[in-house]
């Protein structure tokens, strides 16, 4: 499980939160990493429990779908792509997805036959989400697959296999298999940011754990992995995709 690691001198006991859907660990500096390591694995289920909570009942930033059902919003429902907000223009034709990084736009064409049903139907809305996810998992495993061989040259780490799906609440995962997956809604965060979750996953083929070798690991090669995990914590409320 991804976490943030707070050390403090000040501080004599160890303190778990989970803030924004994300896990915060807050710890005296004396205290070992294998020991936070182990504290997680302990409270995983509450800590699971908590994060699918907050995922479920923040509604500071509406997920895609509740954007298009609220009939009564002005708003124009949105997305992220490569970690800037884009506008949603849906048009009915030839079914087809157009990303337009000048104007931040993402225009979703979809059959005629949705037409008469209009855009708050939810058999619209789910086709209008399909469609877009077909286009993230598309447009990342493009960027993946050349951004993985180029990391892992680099590294001397190779993965036996790499799969492109969505996870509800990961990035990448990575087994002693040697086998990563990657979620296809990584499409949502800007390229320096994904290059990050890379190399990330990349390391646990080394280190399949968070200890202070696997980030020293880490930071060799993502030199820019503490901004990355900012950014990550930061924008966390306007990644949700449901």
Known sequence: MEYQLIRSERRKTIGL??????????????????YVESLIQAKLQWLNQKIAEQQQNSLVNPSFS???????????????IDGL???????????????????????????????ALGLHCDITVSKIKSQIER??????????????AIFSNKMSLHASSVKVRKYKSRWGSCNSRA????????K?????????????????????NHSTKFWQLVAIYCPEYKNAKIWMHKNQPNLKWS
């Open 17 to 34: 939160q989970v803030k924004n859907a994300q896990v915060i660990v807050r710890a005296p500096t004396f205290v070992k990493t294998s």
């Open 188 to 208: 949502m965060l800007p390229t320096w940011v994904v290059d990050y979750v890379i190399v990330h996953e990349l390391c646990h083929i080394e280190h399949m």
């Open 85 to 115: 907000p884009h506008r949603i223009i849906v048009s009915f034709g030839s079914p087809n997805v157009i990303h337009d990084p000048l104007e931040q736009s993402l225009t979703v064409i979809i059959n005629k036959r949705y037409h």
């Open 135 to 148: 286009w993230f998992k598309v447009s990342i495993e493009n960027y993946l697959v050349n951004h993985l």
């Open 66 to 80: 509740e954007q298009f059902t609220r009939e009564n919003t002005k708003q124009q429902p949105s997305v992220f």
């Open 179 to 186: 086998e990563l997956s990657f979620n296809y809604l990584l």
